[in-house]
């Protein structure tokens, strides 16, 4: 079992920044490859950024080049540090653990990001 707690999302200016942080309580923190998702108001959830337990990462091209994703494996934690953001990234964020071996999805609670003015 993995429980992932969520925080550092909010209102923001456009062109302002948020980093969101995700703790992981597991035993083996780097069994997981983990990401980064989100869901505006009527759509589906979408990945914004995902890392694997070797540090490789993967963007939605919507964000690269403006958003990071990163990982302190002894800490067990992940980030998402979001830069320069535009309305359209406003939806509820969400941190995801994968298993590497089960592929078992694991999920922490979403946290508002609202971009506006």
């Known amino acids: 079992q993995v429980q992932l707690v969520v925080s550092g999302g909010g209102l923001v200016q456009p062109g302002g920044s948020l980093r969101l942080s995700c703790a992981a309580s597991?035993?083996?923190?780097?069994?997981?490859?983990m990401g980064w998702y989100r869901q505006a108001t009527g759509k589906q959830r979408e990945l914004v950024a995902n890392?694997?337990?070797?540090?490789?990462?993967n963007y939605a091209e919507s964000v690269k080049g403006r958003f990071t994703i990163s990982r302190d494996n002894a800490k067990k934690m992940v980030y998402l540090q979001m830069n320069s953001l535009k309305p359209e990234d406003t939806a509820v964020y969400y941190c995801?653990?994968?298993?590497?071996?089960?592929?078992?999805?694991?999920w922490g609670q979403g946290t508002q990001v609202t971009v506006s003015s």
């Open positions: 995801n653990a994968k298993h590497t071996v089960t592929g078992t999805d694991y």
């Open positions: 890392i694997t337990s070797g540090s490789s990462t």
């Open positions: 597991c035993r083996i923190f780097s069994f997981y490859n």
